[in-house]
């Protein structure tokens, strides 16, 4: 992370989101630009976004309130907001067995970051860069040891970004099933995947869309 060229962009700033109707309502897009570009299925869309939305209106109760965890926003000086970031015990989120990453750390010392999104007509700009900054400062504060994302292998920019700012990719892939989400299938790298799983990646637009597949990272603190 240190490595990372840092451009500050004096008009912007990062800070604590505000539990309002008016802030909250403008964080609702920067949730569903993470699913809206991937193509997926209307009803999928559908639910996937009613539970984003849903742990939205309880982030005083999730985030702001509780210890450990945290919701920053990216604000313009005219408080346009484009960007967000969340961080939460890793527990919190699912992680499970994913903290066997790093043996040697315990699994209440990982934290798991979430939402970093950008809003596309502002991105390149450096703002990803800080919200992470941001995320990763408090993360230290809190005591934690070991940071942890999960983003969609077809999101390869998301990919790229992680991977340049330091954190390590697990070997593994999870595909989900979009009919029922609990259901996955482990391969132990991605070498494992098959023609019928690169078919699918490859071809989002023009295919019918079964799954979605996640990559981890990991970073020490």
Known sequence: MDSVKENVIPTV?????????????????????????????????????????????HVEEKYLKSPRNHWWVAQLNDNKIVGQVSLQPMSSG????????????????????????VLPEYQRQQIGYRLLKASIEFARQNKYKALYVKTMLSMKRACEFYERCGFERAPQIERHELADTKKIKLFNNIDRLTEDDWNELKNLAETEVKHYYDQSYFMKL
């Open 94 to 117: 699912g992680g499970g067995d994913s903290t066997r990453f790093y043996k040697n750390i315990d699994p209440q010392d990982y934290c798991e970051l979430r939402h970093l999104t």
């Open 13 to 57: 700033i990062i800070r604590p989101v505000r539990s309002v109707p008016s802030e909250l309502e403008q964080c609702k897009p920067l949730i569903r630009t993470l699913w809206l570009d991937q193509r997926f299925p209307q009803n999928f869309l559908d639910r996937v976004i009613k539970a984003g939305d849903t742990e939205l209106y």
